[in-house]
T-cell receptor, first 114, second 113 residues
Framework: GQQLNQSPQSMFIQEGEDVSMNCTSS?????WLWYKQDPGEGPVLLIALYKAGELTSNGRLTAQFGITRKDSFLNISASIPSDVGIYFCAGLNAGGTSYGKLTFGQGTILTVHP | EAQVTQNPRYLITVTGKKLTVTCSQN?????MSWYRQDPGLGLRQIYY???????DKGDVPEGYKVSRKEKRNFPLILESPSPNQTSLYFC????????????FGEGSRLTVL
């Protein structure tokens, strides 16, 4: 299947620091999604991106859809302890017979030290 | 309350004993999907369904079956479970018009001995 390379795999930061993570793909996607998973729960959608070059914010979170449609990044500003969790990117195929196939990255485990 | 409900949440079973993990959503979503989550591998799609009676394979469909007889339900069937199917499973649903902004269930942790 398709591969999404998400990096970094894990991050250990101090409260108040900014965080950046990204995903790259060998394939073109027409939608990029960013999710957060808290321990023991299912992932929750943070940001959805639908157009190449799109930059979208949700509070302290900012995500961009790369202009090549093969990458996306997520930034978290001024991290707080509740930002702890696993962050996943996901790409939706550009159409054709594979529409509906959502591919996830391996996840970035974020730890925030008070 | 809008939700995706999976059952059971935890299950320990033995190799070869057929089992079904149920998934139900109350949001009238067209799209439903199953994922497995394994350490270091993220979430991998098993099967998805764009609507009733329409199902397609994801990236790791081997050893699994699904059915979509009703819009709200999308059960995952393991006909003959094996230890390599020990994993955390998530069901998710979405309206197709939302570009697949998935709502996830709470997960089902399956152990196959």
């Amino acid at each position: 299947g398709q591969q999404l390379n998400q990096s970094p795999q894990s991050m250990f930061i101090q409260e108040g620091e900014d965080v950046s993570m990204n995903c790259t793909s060998s394939s073109i996607f027409n939608t990029w999604l960013w999710y957060k998973q808290d321990p023991g729960e299912g992932p929750v959608l943070l940001i959805a991106l639908y157009k190449a070059g799109e930059l979208t914010s949700n509070g302290r979170l900012t995500a961009q859809f790369g202009i090549t449609r093969k990458d996306s990044f997520l930034n978290i500003s001024a991290s707080i302890p509740s930002d702890v969790g696993i962050y996943f990117c996901a790409g939706l195929n550009a159409g054709g017979t594979s529409y509906g196939k959502l591919t996830f990255g391996q996840g970035t485990i974020l730890t925030v030290h008070p | 309350e809008a939700q995706v409900t999976q059952n059971p949440r935890y299950l320990i079973t033995v190799t070869g004993k057929k089992l079904t993990v149920t998934c139900s959503q109350n949001m009238n979503h067209e799209y439903m999907s199953w994922y497995r989550q394994d350490p270091g591998l993220g979430l991998r799609q098993i099967y998805y369904s764009m609507n009733v009676e329409v199902t397609d394979k994801g990236d790791v469909p081997e050893g699994y079956k699904v059915s979509r007889k009703e819009k709200r339900n999308f059960p995952l069937i393991l006909e003959s479970p094996s230890p390599n199917q020990t994993s955390l499973y998530f069901c998710a649903s979405s309206r197709l018009s939302l570009g697949l902004e998935l709502f996830f269930g709470e997960g089902s942790r399956l152990t196959v001995l």
